[in-house]
């Protein structure tokens, strides 16, 4: 994506996003680690670097590593460094995470990924400021603040015991936990203007001309599953597809994959017929980006998903020649369920 060279800032003006910012500073000068919780996308580690640049080791190394990205074996070699000689191919003296972030803090981001030795190590430095090199003997001493995140329940795999219950119990002085974008509305607008307006720039564009109102509508409505990730993605994709430069945005472009040809998904057994017949028999079935089957909000959730029950069953009728039995099978669903929804939606006379 690009926007690389733009200076993240922490942008949000919603309660929610204040309250956080507020713990942000109260817990950034304190020598403890933290953690960082929250789903993808919801700016864990610009809160990291928020709180390291707040404390007074501002001025010392910041340094991350993402527990998901590389194997347990490098982990540890990551996290401690090796000495020379430490195994086949390890020729060089390999400094650390914690050694290069003495003084400064280090960032663990999808700690639940971590292996229990590198988990048994971590809570050492946490509780001793000590460790080994792999293959070292010499014990080091390191002064590092661990600021760790992480989208998964640690207390529950805690209690599952696949985390370190005493870690958990050392990392988690004070949990801050990120509010979903969905919680926290009033930010959506700022946020998909501040990307826009990067965008735009990065595009070479003189301005960004803003979002129609149904644009600004759906931006709201869109419950972001992927967040403030998600919505980057988002915006800037729309704002490199529009074509008019002048004109407001109008088309949100929410899935990348969304076309008229996309795959469909591949489904076993007899229900795949049934879904290729259902899917296939008419053109409108395969909606485009800009088609009116993209709902509109706010909406009455239960009518609709009953109107499209409905519709499905009345097509699978049908398309069997009203045959109850085949259409139960169909729909992958018993004989009696059939008679369940036929009776539930009144449709008998159509059967
Ligand atoms: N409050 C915010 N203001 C502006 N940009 C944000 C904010 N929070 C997150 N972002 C942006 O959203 C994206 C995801 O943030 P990130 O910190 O990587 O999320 P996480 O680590 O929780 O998955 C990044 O591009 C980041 O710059
Ligand atoms: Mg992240």
Request: aromatic share 8%; hydrophobic share 40%; proline share 5%.
């Amino acid at each position: 994506m690009a926007s690389g060279q733009h200076a993240d800032r922490l942008l949000g003006e919603s309660p929610a996003f204040m309250e956080i910012l507020e713990r942000v500073s109260q817990m950034a000068p304190l020598n403890k680690p933290v953690l960082i919780v929250g789903e993808r996308g919801t700016g864990k580690e610009l809160i990291a670097a928020r709180l390291h640049f707040l404390s007074s080791r501002w001025d010392q190394e910041f340094i991350k590593m993402n527990c998901a990205a590389i194997s347990e074996t490098l982990m540890e070699t990551e996290l401690f460094g090796h000495d020379a000689g430490a195994f086949t191919g390890a020729q060089k003296l390999h400094r650390g995470r914690f050694e290069r972030a003495d003084k400064g803090s280090l960032f663990l981001d999808e700690l639940a990924m971590t292996s229990p030795l590198v988990q048994e190590k971590l809570l050492r430095v946490i509780e001793y400021g000590e460790y080994e090199r792999v293959g070292g003997s010499k014990t080091l001493v390191t002064d590092v603040r661990l600021i760790a995140a992480t989208n998964d329940d640690l207390p529950d795999l805690a209690r599952q015991g696949k985390f370190r219950e005493d870690l958990l119990d050392r990392l988690a002085f004070d949990v801050i936990t990120l509010p979903p974008l969905r919680t926290r509305p009033e930010d959506i607008l700022i946020l998909a203007e501040h990307f826009a307006v990067n965008m735009a720039t990065d595009l070479g564009r003189e301005y960004f001309p803003g979002f129609s109102a149904d644009a600004r509508r759906l931006l709201q409505a869109h419950l972001w599953p992927g967040n403030i990730r998600e919505l980057k993605n988002v915006v800037e994709r729309s704002v490199y597809r529009s074509q008019d430069l002048d004109a407001a945005i109008e088309v949100i472009s929410l899935d990348p994959f969304d076309s008229p040809y996309r795959l469909k998904p591949r489904v076993s057994g007899t229900s795949a017929a049934a879904l290729t017949a259902l899917s296939d028999n008419t053109p409108s079935n395969n909606p485009g980006p800009d088609s009116p089957a993209r709902p509109e909000f706010p909406m009455d959730f239960r009518q609709a998903v009953q109107d499209y029950e409905v519709g499905l069953i009345k097509t699978a009728l049908a398309t069997h020649q009203f045959n109850q039995k085949k259409t139960a099978d169909a729909l992958g669903v018993t004989y009696h369920q059939l008679r369940g929804y036929l009776k539930k939606y009144d449709l008998f006379e159509q059967s």
